[in-house]
């Protein structure tokens, strides 16, 4: 037990908590730890070593500003140069020392009369922070259908975020239950070796061409010897996001029509069966759900030993998988591609503020905060990549980054003018998400009945302006919409 009063305690050592980390270090806030559970720092990079694992945002835009790399292999770079870059930013930046590895956060509660915040970790130890900062991102937590027969299923299943690489494909009968951005990258690297691959498709994708490429040696010399060369890359990239993807989010009839004629081609390019083609093609306006990007996922469904199926699982036996149309198909391995819980946000950890309000009931209605960042009736507590702050169009490195800077001042307002609590004003929050909703309503992440951008009818993941927009709200904390205390 510790019963050292920190200034801040981090829970989780991803892209965010190691953002957050340095934001405090650079206004010289040094008297602050980090809590991960896992044994090392990468978050959902450190976990998904599945084959494939790649970003689909462009490695010069999916990267810090402050620490640009010079050698990433490839546009789009895969999981294990992404983890290895993660690594390199903690160590540079001293961040080993601060953090305490294997610690799983299972509670945190706010004293309003001591003014901080008392943190147990599942080891059994505890902490106390004057702010209690979550960095857990959004997809950390895989999503596994619960299917009649699961368990009497004699073969061996996994789901993506904890790949099985001791398990062997070749010339096994394998089955994918979902096809969205996980299984669109692992289905290519797979069907190759295995017997028959059979998907499971429950909504077709809009799936856009990648074309990748790999960097060239002189390409990564230029770059380390002229920084400003991937500045100049860096920022072409986030234009071209928000001046193309962005308007599609918002119904633009032009661009929409450019980005699904590009997918379209690409997909008959791969396709030559009809039925096929139709049965790819989405029936839902494009950015509504997450678009994809994808050089080979086309061509891997269009082999010969992979069969795509629509119909809906009802139900697994001890070799196989029927479907609700009387369908079954045998398989040695099972396989869900099924993404992540993303809607309960911190749904590990019991959060209790003022009062010993429990988070999960204050947001019973679904989760909302004032700028994604912190909600009324929780002082000293705040979040990276909360509530509406995940993008469609750009890459979430740039939230981040923002968010990260916007709760370092607010933690060094409150010590430095010796004050105890910091909260958001319940008028201001309600304000703000309600012309946040009323956004959303009119964007393309409406246009579904159901998507992991959603909870329920309203979207409470993501954010519906450009990444310009959010980096000027927090780049000035007004301190007016908060009560200091």
Known sequence: MSEQLYDAIIVGAGFSGIAMAIALQRKGIQNYLILEEANEVGGTWRENTYPGAECD?????????????????????????????QRGVAEKHGLYDKIVFGASVCSASYNQAAANWAIATQQGASYRARHFISAVGQLHKPATPKIPGQQDFSGIQFHSAKWRHDVDLLGKRVAVIGNAASALQFIPEIAPKVARLTVYQRSANWVMPKRDRPYSEFEQKLSARFPWITKIYRLRLWLRNEMLLLPALHNNRLVSWMLKRDSQRSLHEAIQDESLRATLTPDYPIGAKRILLSDDYYPAIARDNVHLQTAAVQSIDATGIVCEDGSRESVDVLIYGTGFQTNPFLADIQVSGIGGKLLSEHW????????????????????????????????????????????????????????????????????????????????AFSKVASSWYKDGDRVTNNWPHSTLTYIRRLAKVNWHDFELQ
């Open 57 to 85: 945002v462009a490695s010069a835009l999916y990267s810090f500003s402050f620490e640009q790399n010079a050698n990433w292999n490839f546009k789009w770079s895969g999981q294990e140069q992404i983890h290895a870059y």
């Open 364 to 443: 019973r209605d679904g989760a909302q905060a004032y700028l994604g960042v912190t909600t009324h009736q929780f002082p000293n507590l705040y979040m990276l990549y909360g509530p509406n702050t995940n993008l469609g169009h750009n890459s979430i490195i740039i939230m981040i980054e923002a968010q990260s800077r916007f709760i370092a001042s607010c933690i060094e307002k409150v010590r430095s003018s010796g004050a105890r609590e910091l909260q958001v004003k319940k008028d201001v929050e309600d304000r703000f998400n309600k012309k946040l909703q009323q956004a959303l309503g009119d964007s």
